[in-house]
Every structure is written in structure tokens, then in C-alpha cells.
């Protein structure tokens, strides 16, 4: 896969993923920043490194389903797996400037 299809890739990855909503906090995933890499590999295998907002989140599972769910939809990609990293720490800082109004209301 060239690098133009890599990041075309990842881009649409991560479209589809901005359609995540944390039940809790209401932002999307990726502007709450609990998305920490997306790598592709040959054949269009996905590896994605995810966080939650707290090591005992009770949305975990649902948010982990719900990634690997809309990234295996997304045209190119073969096949996804989705690890629950909690290193680094997930904290505020992480969210970016266009989700705060939304995390604010909350």
C-alpha cells in the first residue's frame, strides 16, 4: 500500500471514529482524545491503541466494541484490533479545543 493510501486510509479511519460518542462525557472519541495511535498494515489490518477517561470505566467495553465496529466498516480495512492502553494516563489536557463546549455542557 503506498503512503498516499495509508493516510487516505487513516483518515477515513478516523472519520468513522469521530462518530463515537463517550456515553459519559458526550464528546467524541477522538476529539476527547482517548484515540492514541492507528497503525495499518499490509493488506489492510488495523491496529488501534485506545484509552478510556478512567482505568475502571464502565463504558470500556462498549467503546471497544463500538471502535473496532465502525473501523471494520470503513472501505480497505481487512480486519481491526483494538487494545485498551492506559499508558499514558488519560487526563483533560488530552481533549481538543473544538470538544470543550460540548464537554463543558456535561
Do not use: Q
Not at 476527547?32 to 485506545?50: F, K, Q, R, S
Amino acid at each position: 500500500m503506498s503512503d498516499d493510501a495509508v493516510s487516505a486510509l487513516v483518515a477515513r479511519i478516523y472519520d468513522a471514529l469521530s462518530g463515537i460518542l463517550d456515553p459519559e462525557i458526550g464528546g467524541n472519541i477522538v476529539d476527547l482524545g482517548l484515540i492514541y495511535e492507528v497503525t495499518v498494515y499490509a493488506d489492510g489490518v488495523v491496529a488501534i491503541a485506545m484509552t478510556t477517561t478512567s482505568r475502571g470505566c464502565p463504558a470500556a467495553g462498549f467503546l471497544r466494541d463500538a471502535v473496532e465496529a465502525s473501523v471494520v466498516g470503513v472501505d480497505g480495512v481487512s480486519r481491526v484490533a483494538v487494545e485498551l492502553v492506559y499508558e499514558p494516563r488519560w487526563t483533560p489536557d488530552r481533549i481538543r479545543a473544538s470538544a470543550l463546549k460540548v464537554v463543558s455542557r456535561h
